[in-house]
């Protein structure tokens, strides 16, 4: 079958018009909110990750009292940068006797993608139950954000952590955006 150079030409524009549609910027990614302010070079994605040293860090803990109890550290995260984006849990670690032992994700938690304005504020939690004299004795907790590879590491003065098949009886909950 021979085509003819009108049909060719109807066949290129409909794949064309098709090409320019498939390529526009719908597709709803819960990311269509960047105002310019991300790193990331891509609109629909927005804003970058979120960088601990762009953020003021404070540590509230509501310690466990005796063994067996259980035990919060809510970590307050403060934007001072452009707006990012933390996307999953953060990564935290126990260090007792120099060697560290990796906090699970809480298996309740969803993870969600918080876009974080200048100035903006966002938390999460350390869960724990406080162990015995056979228990970890944690020295030092350290957390990274998801997308960055530095840390931030605390005292930890809450008492040994209980452990649960040789890890920290702990878990680690999904950020929450916080104040106003």
Same mark, same amino acid.
């Given at each position: 079958?021979?085509?003819? @150079?009108?049909?060719?030409? #109807?066949?290129?524009? !409909?794949?064309?018009?098709?090409?320019?549609? #498939?390529? $526009?910027?719908?597709?709803?990614?819960?990311?269509?909110? %960047?105002?310019?302010?991300? @790193?990331?070079?891509?609109?629909?994605?927005?804003?970058?990750?979120?960088?601990?040293?762009?953020? %003021? /860090?404070?540590?509230?803990?509501?310690?466990?009292?005796?063994?067996?109890?259980?035990?919060? /550290?809510? /970590?307050?995260? #403060?934007?001072? $940068?452009?707006?990012? *984006?933390?996307?999953?849990?953060?990564?935290?670690?126990?260090?007792?006797?120099?060697?560290?032992?990796? !906090?699970? =994700?809480?298996?309740?938690?969803?993870?969600?993608?918080?876009?974080?304005?200048?100035?903006?504020? =966002?938390?999460?939690?350390?869960?724990? /139950?406080? $162990?015995?004299? %056979? $228990?970890?004795?944690?020295?030092? =907790?350290?957390?990274?954000?998801?997308?960055?590879? #530095?840390?931030?590491?605390?005292?930890?003065?809450?008492?040994?952590? =209980? @452990? @649960?098949?040789?890890?920290?009886?702990? *878990?680690?909950?999904?950020?929450?955006?916080?104040?106003?």
């Amino acid at each position: 079958m021979r085509t003819t @150079k009108p049909a060719v030409a #109807a066949m290129v524009a !409909v794949t064309a018009a098709l090409l320019l549609t #498939a390529c $526009g910027s719908g597709g709803d990614d819960g990311g269509s909110a %960047d105002s310019g302010g991300g @790193k990331s070079g891509t609109a629909d994605r927005g804003p970058a990750a979120c960088r601990i040293g762009e953020t %003021d /860090v404070e540590i509230a803990p509501s310690p466990a009292p005796a063994a067996g109890d259980t035990g919060t /550290v809510a /970590v307050t995260l #403060a934007n001072h $940068g452009p707006a990012c *984006t933390l996307d999953g849990f953060p990564a935290v670690t126990l260090t007792a006797d120099g060697t560290p032992a990796e !906090v699970p =994700a809480d298996e309740a938690a969803t993870a969600q993608r918080l876009t974080l304005t200048a100035d903006g504020t =966002a938390t999460f939690t350390l869960t724990y /139950v406080r $162990g015995d004299a %056979d $228990g970890l004795a944690v020295r030092s =907790a350290e957390f990274a954000l998801p997308g960055d590879a #530095a840390t931030h590491r605390f005292a930890w003065s809450y008492g040994e952590v =209980a @452990k @649960k098949g040789g890890a920290p009886d702990a *878990t680690v909950s999904a950020f929450q955006r916080a104040g106003d």
